[in-house]
């Protein structure tokens, strides 16, 4: 805190000084491109004093510019960069322009002058990978299994919410990653809805008859209930299967299907699934299990295959809730899902 204080009043002390320096080599610009962050000025860079300390465990990168002058109207504090995690550039002292870059990377290229151009090589940080792969993946045939993709809710049916958060704008993104990771695995996938659409649910079933889908995938998020439970933890996956042989019908033209074969089969796929996705998220995140549950939602019901519903977290919890918006944990959320689809099939 002392060394920030001190640093600012230097910043400032020196700043009035400036105004009379002579030969003043003015920074005309600044770019950030790629990996390199580049100062141009009026005339060739002169001198750069270079070294780092390390504070709180950042380390930042210190650039003192020999001559250069610092006008009002630049700044570097708002580029955006992974691995950094500040710019920051003042007048230093009436001779010297100072550039901070901070980043908790310890192997970097630092910089090289080039006439006018004063360049920074920033730290080069893997992209978190994506976790579908380029290329065409496995062959689909007639003998892959086919599996049909349920994005919950959609158009005017939005789910849960929570703020701005609604559950039907994660499911649909969600169910997009999950048919490209499976197709690249060698399955055939069968979307029930791929736009925000409204659809009852006896058309996701029906569909998925029509297609004869092997499995049914339904995905969606939870939110807990206005009236809360003591004691109970409104976070984590969850993932339902059928429950018993109950005759109520929602759809009282349309047959259900809860024979032992489903049951057993849907029940051993939300298993292998739950314990791939846990295994999944787990790797960055801590994430409760929730279990296997049963329930008589239609979707479980009206279908003729093997049918999950996937409660893949809660909107409504702060961390939750904000990692579920994000590609990284969606990406991790289906490779767990796909995983444990290769399980189910005995391909691993
Ligand atoms: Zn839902």
Redo the contacts with the bound molecule.
């Keep these: 805190m002392i060394k920030k204080t001190i640093l600012i009043l230097l910043f400032l002390a020196f700043w009035v000084s400036t105004l009379s320096a002579q030969k003043d080599n003015y920074l005309k610009s600044t770019n950030l491109k790629g990996n390199t962050l580049t100062l141009t000025f009026k005339y060739k860079v002169d001198n750069v004093k270079f070294f780092t300390f390390k504070h709180k465990g950042i380390i930042k990168y210190v650039y003192d510019i020999k001559n250069a002058v610092l006008p009002h109207t630049l700044s570097i504090k708002d580029y955006k960069y992974a691995g950094v995690s500040a710019f920051k550039m003042g007048q230093f002292s009436k001779n010297y322009l100072r550039v901070v870059i901070e980043s908790k990377y310890s192997n970097y290229n630092t910089y090289a002058i080039h006439g006018k151009n004063l360049l920074f090589k920033l730290p080069k940080v893997k992209k978190a990978k994506s976790i579908i792969p380029k290329g065409k993946g496995k062959k689909i045939d007639k003998n892959s299994p086919r599996i049909v993709i349920d994005a919950?809710?959609g158009g005017y049916d939005i789910?849960?919410s929570h703020g701005k958060i609604r559950?039907k704008d994660i499911?649909l993104p969600l169910a997009l990653k999950l048919e490209k990771e499976l197709r690249y695995r060698g399955y055939k996938t069968y979307m029930t809805r791929k736009t925000d659409k409204h659809l009852y649910l006896y058309e996701r079933t029906d569909y998925a008859n029509k297609k004869k889908g092997n499995i049914f995938i339904s995905l969606?998020?939870?939110a807990s209930p206005k009236r809360k439970h003591r004691n109970y933890l409104y976070k984590g996956i969850e993932i339902f299967y059928l429950r018993g042989k109950s005759k109520r019908k929602r759809y009282a033209d349309r047959r259900i299907y809860t024979g032992d074969w489903k049951k057993k089969k849907s029940y051993l796929l939300a298993k292998k699934i739950k314990k791939s996705m846990l295994l999944s998220v787990r790797k960055k995140h801590i994430v409760l299990d929730k279990g296997v549950k049963q329930n008589n939602f239609w979707v479980l019901r009206g279908t003729k295959m093997p049918s999950i519903l996937i409660?893949n977290g809660y909107i409504s919890d702060k961390y939750e809730g904000r990692r579920l918006k994000t590609n990284a944990y969606q990406n991790l959320l289906i490779k767990g899902i796909a995983n444990g689809i290769d399980r189910y099939f005995n391909k691993k």
């Design positions: 919950g809710h789910g849960a559950e499911t969606h998020m939870n409660e």
